[in-house]
């Protein structure tokens, strides 16, 4: 039997995040978005006053498709408000690697566990569902305060084996 787990929030919310998509990720000046960034620095369309973009409403029309498309499935506020307890990386610069670090170990598990709620709720045989939630539950340490929790092995070997698990699905979908 699995254990209990408590499946995070697996929605964005920005309001709760310190716009860590805006920095943690490069971009390359092509057709998602409209100018070359490096990873780990600001996307020079993020306010310098507060964590919001300041062509947000006109994304599309600027070229940045990219930006549009993404969604961090809840990761950015959990790293933001569970793993830096609200601080971030405007507070203190020296919180920025850590922080974009950290989305970028948290980012590929949230979507994971979306995946896995989503295959749970299709209707397969029981031995199926039982590994989707024993996935979920590897996915998912117990009071996570660091990043180091899901760096654990337990979690890592999770994360890979999410991607068979899901092509095993193909003859229920």
């Given at each position: 039997?699995?254990?209990?787990?408590?499946?995070?929030?697996?929605q964005?919310?920005?309001?709760?995040?310190?716009?860590?998509?805006?920095?943690?990720?490069?971009?390359?000046?092509?057709?998602?978005?409209?100018?070359?960034?490096?990873?780990?620095?600001?996307?020079?369309?993020?306010?310098?006053?507060?964590?919001?973009c300041?062509i947000?409403?006109?994304?599309?029309?600027?070229?940045?498709?990219?930006?549009?498309?993404?969604?961090c499935?809840?990761?950015?506020?959990?790293?933001t408000?569970?793993?830096?307890?609200?601080?971030?990386?405007?507070?203190?610069?020296?919180?920025?690697?850590?922080?974009?670090?950290?989305?970028?170990?948290?980012?590929?598990?949230?979507?994971?566990?979306?995946?896995?709620?989503?295959?749970?709720?299709?209707?397969?045989?029981?031995?199926?569902?039982?590994?989707?939630?024993?996935?979920?539950?590897?996915?998912?340490?117990?009071?996570?305060?660091?990043?180091?929790?899901?760096?654990?092995?337990?979690?890592?070997?999770?994360?890979?084996?999410?991607?068979?698990?899901?092509?095993?699905?193909?003859?229920?979908?």
């Amino acid at each position: 039997m699995v254990s209990d787990f408590i499946l995070p929030d697996l929605q964005d919310d920005c309001s709760q995040c310190a716009a860590l998509c805006c920095v943690a990720y490069p971009f390359d000046e092509d057709e998602d978005f409209g100018l070359l960034k490096a990873v780990d620095t600001p996307c020079p369309n993020l306010s310098n006053t507060c964590m919001s973009c300041t062509i947000h409403d006109d994304l599309n029309d600027r070229g940045f498709g990219g930006c549009v498309a993404y969604a961090c499935a809840g990761a950015g506020q959990r790293v933001t408000q569970v793993l830096f307890e609200g601080e971030t990386w405007r507070d203190d610069p020296d919180l920025l690697g850590h922080m974009t670090y950290a989305l970028r170990v948290v980012r590929p598990i949230h979507e994971a566990l979306l995946l896995l709620q989503e295959a749970s709720a299709l209707p397969l045989p029981a031995t199926h569902l039982a590994k989707a939630q024993s996935l979920m539950a590897a996915l998912c340490p117990k009071d996570p305060t660091s990043i180091y929790d899901f760096e654990e092995p337990e979690v890592q070997e999770a994360l890979a084996a999410v991607p068979p698990y899901l092509l095993s699905l193909a003859p229920y979908v």
